[in-house]
């Protein structure tokens, strides 16, 4: 299917490795050009040559915390007229919640929620006066499904969630869409360990297998495939969605 978003321009947050990378090569795939971001240079660099190299889009590298203010101005500068937004950065560690203390909080709070909607209020206006944006917020299903040790990550993703249900709403008759990709447990190193995704299962993560209804993880590629599909511009008509993309593992009828 042709996405018809060729030679848009995307920045996508945190794209060196994982979910991001997924999404960062799907939109490439899709023709768009991009502006990739991650803390590891050396590994954005690697990530970045190889989009490059394959798909033939122009690819641009900001390496750099994102919840930086200093970083931010370079992903946007990089990218000045931003047609499609991927917001996404590594949630906290899991930690018992008598172990937070405001230090922690703020710096949760400032990652996961903050810093997405300080990108958002610098590509909006634009989105809006010239008729097009996609705007993905990469989330957690632990939005629906509280894990005892993430209630930081739960939290600031939830209030992210519920801040921008109304704000979505007030640009959908400008062609511009805000819809959140919830990702269940993906073959990802936050979810298996530094340098174990895409390896054999072992014991212990076979057992976790169990009870997703898919009976496998997914892979980044698919969480991107999906991400560049919202992106789209046969997705004009889907805006302030919640998409669990987890093989099932949310049971609810609606």
Known sequence: MDL???????????????LGLGCAT?????????VMNGRDAAALANAAASIRDRYNVNVTEIAG????????QELLGACPHVDILVNNNGGPPLRDFKDLDRAKILEGVTNNMVTPLELIQAVLPGMAERGFGRIINITSLSVYLPIAGLDLSSGARAGLTSFLAGVARTVADRNVTINNLLPGKLDTERLRGQDRAG?????????MLANIPAKRLGTPEEFGKVCAFYCSVHAGYLTGQNVPIDGGLYVSAF
């Not at 799907?26 to 991009?34: D, K, S, T």
């Not at 054999?200 to 057992?207: L, S």
């Open 26 to 34: 799907a939109l490439a795939e899709a023709g768009c050009n991009i």
């Open 65 to 72: 915390d994102v919840s930086r203010p200093e970083v931010q």
């Open 4 to 18: 018809g978003i060729s030679s848009k321009n995307a920045i996508i947050c945190a794209s060196s490795k994982g």
């Open 199 to 207: 390896v054999p299962m072992t014991e212990d993560e076979n057992k």
